[in-house]
């Protein structure tokens, strides 16, 4: 992504807001394209569901 790509050459971290934040396999679909991407931080106030999706990745092969 290259919105990522530049702001990590400039020396910033990124986070994308106004993304889907109800739990399901849309928004977690997209969180794992996110953090595939290099997107630095996830923006929810689900904090449990990010907790869940988080450690579920890193369970898996590759962490992906």
């Known amino acids: 992504m290259q919105l990522v790509a530049d702001a990590h050459a400039a020396g910033q971290r990124t986070r994308l807001w106004d993304t889907p934040?109800?739990?399901?396999?849309a928004?977690?679909?997209?969180?794992a394209t996110?953090?595939?991407a290099g997107v630095d931080y996830l923006n929810t106030?689900?904090?449990?569901?990010?907790?869940?999706?988080?450690l579920a990745r890193a369970d898996q092969?590759?962490?992906e």
């Open 27 to 31: 928004r977690d679909n997209l969180w």
């Open 21 to 25: 934040d109800h739990r399901g396999t």
């Open 61 to 63: 092969p590759n962490g």
């Open 45 to 54: 106030d689900d904090l449990s569901g990010a907790r869940d999706f988080l």
């Open 34 to 36: 996110l953090l595939d």
